[in-house]
């Protein structure tokens, strides 16, 4: 290390044939005047045979760099240039960055720096479409990540206030509580999200499922709108996922509220119970009996008309805010489910039916 000022007595030359990039000096000819080490393998000969040969013999006419060198020569000014493509008879095709910088003392003369880009660098362009697709997965590890530690803070802290709340105002912290354990729950499921793990069931009362929906609305994104019903209060019970379930519904009560006028929304939830209608199961001979009909209907506007053939895709969204994750997630849910989703859509009515397979088993 130098101390207080020495002159560091080093080889620039060494330190020029160190470096991995290539490094050509230009003079104000455009003959080359200077290579490195890596320059001299970059172009496939040495600093001897080259020295004194125009930058042209190493490039085609057309070349970008030429141009840069020559801006630079002319300007007296850096440029940078990134992502070139470099396809000569001496080089084989190569991605690269480079950087063109006037020699100071020297006027007229460039300094021309080729940095390679990596192997991973190029593979990443070609593989821009899946990565597409497969950052979903990493959103959802993000997500678990991101969501799941804030949440058990804010559980602790609705546990903190249960205690020293009247009765009424208890209902909500252990609508907190609950709720907070149903989003760890949903993260977790998030998290394999493209993993084929057979879904826990149990009988559910879809009733209780849209009571519990209805609720978390009307506390929250849907406070203004009017939530009303129309149950079969016969219903059977749905062989599925009662967190999932809850999941489901509260996507297509949150998209309804979203579709309406507040100033006179409405949402009407159904449930019934359709005897003979069944559906073939993809892939084999047999037909599934799904006798279970849960709806929700608003009187919105409807939907885009551009975006029906598309609804259950993921990133398909007609707000300004929205993920357009709802609605795959819904789908997936109830493919899980071994049921089935359908839309009507017209402006003023918008009626999402989601029908679902019964349990045979009696609830405990
Ligand atoms: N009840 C509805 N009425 C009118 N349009 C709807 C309705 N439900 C869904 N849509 C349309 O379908 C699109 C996709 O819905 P989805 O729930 O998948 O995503 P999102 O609501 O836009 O965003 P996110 O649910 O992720 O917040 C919506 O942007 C909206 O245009
Ligand atoms: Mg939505």
Known sequence: MPLNGEVLDVNTENVLNALDSTVVVI????NIAYLNSAGEQFFGGSLVQLRGHPIGDLLPSDSPLLTLVRQVQNTGSG???????LDTPRIAKQLVNVQVTPLVDNPGFAILSIFERSIADKIDRQLTHRNAARSITAMAAMLAHEVKNPLSGIRGAAQ????????EDQQLTRLICDETDRICALVDRMEVFSDQRPLERSPVNAHKVLERVRQIAQN????SIRISESYDPSLPHIDGNHDQLVQI???LVKNAAEAVDPSNGEIVLKTAYQHSVRFAVPGSNSRTHLPLVISVQDNGDGIPADLQDHLFEAFVTSKPKGSGLGLALVAKMIDDHGGVIEFDSQPGKTIF??????STEVPE
Do not use: C, K
């Open 27 to 30: 003079d104000d000819g455009g």
């Open 79 to 85: 440029v940078s240039d990134y992502g070139l493509t």
């Open 249 to 251: 519904f509260l996507n």
């Open 160 to 167: 903190l206030l249960e205690q020293g709340v009247n009765a």
């Open 220 to 223: 929250g994104f849907a406070r």
């Open 353 to 358: 039916r989601v029908i679902l397979p019964m």
